[in-house]
C-alpha cells in the first residue's frame, strides 16, 4: 500500500514539474479582433512562445504578443497581436500606400488589401520594434501614436500555433 502511495506522489509531482516547465515557456491566447486578418480571425486560439526572444531580438515577419498601455474594459493592460515590420535601426517608411524598410519595399502578400495608410519616414530605435496589423485598415499599431514603437521588453512571445480552428491547425506565418 505505501509502495502505491508513493508511486502516486511521484506522478503527481512529475505532472506539475511538467505543468510549470510548460507554463515558462508557452502561453494560451486567444484572437478578439481583425487586426491581423486574413492571416488570424476573431477566435483563432494560438499558442505562443515565450522563450524565444529572451536569447535574441524578434525578426521582420515574426507575428508576436505584447503588452501595450491600452486598456481593456475592466482597466488591464490590453495584449495585441502584430507582425514585426521593422527592427531596432531599421530605416521604415510608408510612401503612398506602400512600405519600405532600409529603401527596400516589402512584398506584403499577407495583408488584406494593397494599401498601407500613412506617411512615414522613421529610424526604429534601439530596443523597440515597429509593428503593424495584416488588415491595415482596421489596426491599432505602431503607426498610432497610442501604441507606437514597441519596447522589446513588452513582447510576451511569438505565436508558435494555431489550436483552433481544427481545420487550421498548425504553424502561422
Known amino acids: 500500500m505505501a509502495h502505491e502511495i508513493m508511486e502516486w506522489v511521484k506522478t503527481i509531482l512529475l505532472s506539475i514539474a511538467i505543468a510549470f516547465i510548460i507554463t515558462l515557456f508557452i502561453r494560451p491566447t486567444l484572437v478578439k479582433g481583425y487586426s491581423m486578418y486574413p492571416t488570424l480571425e476573431p477566435n483563432n486560439y494560438l499558442v505562443i512562445n515565450k522563450f524565444p526572444y529572451t536569447l535574441g531580438e524578434p525578426s ?43 529603401g527596400v519595399e516589402l512584398d506584403e502578400s499577407y495583408i488584406n488589401g494593397s494599401f498601407t495608410r500613412g506617411d512615414l519616414d522613421i529610424t526604429v530605435p534601439e530596443e523597440k520594434i515597429f509593428v503593424m496589423g495584416d488588415n491595415r485598415e482596421k489596426s491599432l499599431d505602431s503607426r498610432d501614436s497610442r501604441v507606437g514603437p514597441v519596447n522589446l521588453g513588452m513582447i510576451r512571445g511569438k505565436v508558435l500555433v494555431r489550436l483552433f480552428p481544427f481545420d487550421e491547425i498548425g504553424s502561422v506565418d
Not at 65 to 73: A, E, I, N, P, Y
Open 60 to 102: 521582420r515577419g515574426d507575428i508576436v504578443v505584447f503588452k501595450s498601455h491600452l486598456l481593456t474594459d475592466d482597466g488591464r493592460e490590453k495584449d495585441l497581436i502584430k507582425r514585426v515590420i521593422a527592427v531596432p535601426g531599421d530605416h521604415l517608411k510608408i510612401d503612398s500606400g506602400r512600405v519600405y524598410v532600409n
